[in-house]
């Protein structure tokens, strides 16, 4: 299976935005999913992941970012408010343990 992430843009400073990540095959049997973010010259981060219907987040985007999964649609989400400058960075999706392959991700930016 492969993740292709895609909606971003750029958005102003306590906007909304939600994020795809389509899977080219199931994801039903893929116990765990994730979101994870790079900014640039930074490592690569875990914002949150999602098993069945209950996620967990990094601290920093508790309360502002929300996962869920449609397997139906072999698709993953992550609906972002209240955006802060911190959060802009290349957002990707991966299973845990994570593929090896990492899609190319999808952009956000913060700015007025």
């Known amino acids: 299976v492969k993740f292709v992430e895609f909606g971003g843009r750029t958005v102003p400073p306590g906007g909304s935005l939600r994020l795809s990540c389509a899977a080219s095959?199931?994801?039903?049997?893929?116990?765990?999913l994730a979101w994870y973010r790079q900014a640039p010259g930074k490592k690569r981060e875990w914002v949150g992941s999602?098993?069945?219907?209950?996620?967990t987040y990094r601290d920093s985007v508790k309360g502002r970012f929300t996962i869920t999964r449609d397997n139906a649609w072999n698709t993953v989400y992550l609906q972002m408010d209240s955006l802060m400058s911190e959060d802009a960075a290349t957002y990707y999706c991966?299973?845990?343990?994570?593929?090896?392959?990492w899609g190319e991700g999808t952009q956000v930016t913060v700015s007025p």
């Open positions: 095959g199931s994801i039903s049997d893929i116990h765990i």
């Open positions: 999602v098993t069945g219907d209950v996620a």
């Open positions: 991966n299973k845990i343990p994570n593929y090896s392959y």
